[in-house]
Structure formats: structure tokens, C-alpha cells
């Protein structure tokens, strides 16, 4: 068709019709999903052959890792895991009580949530798109609207996915939108990605509102989307400007989302996890650092 067949502009012409007739297809009645899922099932070799690179490095690098760095390494997880055994013990009995607490409420929700381990194989090369690719898809439990966390804070949700590998859409992208609450009053807002990985938009702010740089901004669980209280940003400026109803107020991102490659898939409390992958998170990752600061004032 395209060699010997119609004219230029007739070709051009039928392009346009089936790309026209894709695009609907896709948002009105979405026959293209089957199709895209399948095409990125068959793309993960891909992935995986963009990710060997990383991996052979990493496999040298331990090669050439001396004595020393090894018994130091060694040291420092032990260390850590004392540590955190310590805290493990302290926030056990706190979900202990703040489960107890919450049946004597009637209230169905938990305080931890199911998570697995996934890593990041892919980047969307869209300048416009904050995209990645996680190694975990429909195999694994997955489906689209799944909240993805670092060890910081909330990264995004599960937009697409495969067999073994699944699309997330960062909070960062310009299509993003995150139900946030603060911390310290529990004022509500709504946080908009903005196209930059830096930065992000608390929107709908009266100029009255009490916030101020600095402050946590926390999941608020509002929709059902995000579970409630995962760190997401932290404001970083609040402009005022005189006669305007709403105040501009700008936030960096807790999570590390040009850094991390190992991430957490969140389930609802009503789904079930993959046998032997499970995972607790035990408390939002901004307590370790309360409790910190309350041992150095002890």
C-alpha cells in the first residue's frame, strides 16, 4: 500500500482515519487495552536486556570487593538490624493497641497494609511522561491503581499491566493527582504533578489556610485510591499574593523518584497477596525520624 499505492495525501489521509479510529476505539470502548498489555508482555525481554547492563556492573563490582569492605559491610547490617529490631519491637505493640482501638470503633480498617517487593526495569523515554516499569504484574496480584512507595514516601500508581511487568505513573507527571492532608493540623488539599521531578503543586488553598514551609504532607486516603498516611511531599514555599483567594504553594516529593529501584506494591486490605512475597509496612517512614528526635531529647 505504502510502496506503489495511492498518492501521498491519500495515504496520509487513511493513516489519520486509523489512527482516529484507534484513539476511540481505546478511551470509548478500550479494545486497544488487550492489545497494549500484550505487546508490553512481549517487550519484557527488553526490559530485561536494559537492565543487564546494571546488573553485569554490579556483578564485577563484587568481584573486585575486598576483605575488609565485606567485614565492614557486615558490621554495619548488623548494627542496623539491632536497631531496627528494637523499633520493630516498640511499633508491634503500638499496632497492637491501635488495632484493639480500632475494633472497639467497629472499624474494619487496619493498620498495616500488604505490600511486595518489586524493582524498577524501565524508564519511559517521554520527556513529558514521568513514567517507570516494575518487574511485577498480573502474575503477581497486580492491577491499575495500586499506590507505589519507596522507603521515603509514595511514588505513584500502577496505570498499566502485563503478565510480569506492570507501568506506574509517578506523582510527579502533570497528569497526577494525590488527595494530601497535613500533618500538623490535618489540613486538607489536593497535590498536582507538575512535569518536574522536584516539584509539585498543592492546589486550592484558601489564604487563610494554616500551613506553612515545612510541613508534612501525608496521603489523606480520600477516594479510595491512596491508603491513608504515607508521607507524599514537603512544602517548600508558599506564596501570597494580595487579593487572591488561594495562596501558591509548592512541595518537594519525599520519595527519591529519579533514584530508587526498589519499590513497595500496596494491596488493599481486601486483596490477597502473592504466597511468600509478602511484606508489612509497620509505620509510615516519617515516625523512625519523630522517634529519633524524641531519644535525642531524652
Known sequence: MFVQGPVPGLRLLLVI???ATLIVADYQFERVTPIRSTLATGLTPVYWLGNAPYQFSDWVAGLFTTREDVKQENEDLKARLLILERR???????????????????????????????????????????EIVIN???????????????AHGLMGQVVQTSQVTSRVLLVSDSSHAVPVEVVRNGLRAILLGTGD????????????????????????????????????????????EPGEPFVDIRARP???????????VVFPPSSESPAGSEANIETPSYVPAYETAQEGQG
Do not use: C
Request: cysteine-free.
Open 254 to 264: 519525599k520519595a527519591q523518584l529519579n533514584q530508587s529501584r526498589l519499590v513497595l
Open 88 to 130: 520493630a519491637l516498640k511499633y508491634a505493640a503500638l499496632a497492637s493497641e491501635n488495632n484493639e482501638l480500632r475494633r472497639l470503633m467497629n472499624s474494619s480498617e487496619l493498620l498495616d497494609d500488604r505490600v511486595i517487593v518489586s524493582e524498577v526495569v524501565g524508564v519511559s523515554p517521554d520527556p513529558y511522561s514521568h
Open 17 to 19: 482515519i486509523v489512527s
Open 136 to 150: 511485577k504484574g498480573r502474575s503477581d496480584g497486580l492491577q491499575v491503581g495500586q499506590a507505589i512507595l519507596d
Open 197 to 240: 521531578s522536584d516539584t509539585l503543586d498543592l492546589v486550592h488553598v484558601p489564604d487563610t489556610a494554616d500551613i506553612r514551609e515545612g510541613d508534612l504532607l501525608v496521603s489523606s486516603g480520600l477516594g479510595g485510591r491512596f491508603p491513608r498516611g504515607y508521607p507524599v511531599a514537603e512544602v517548600s514555599l508558599i506564596n501570597k
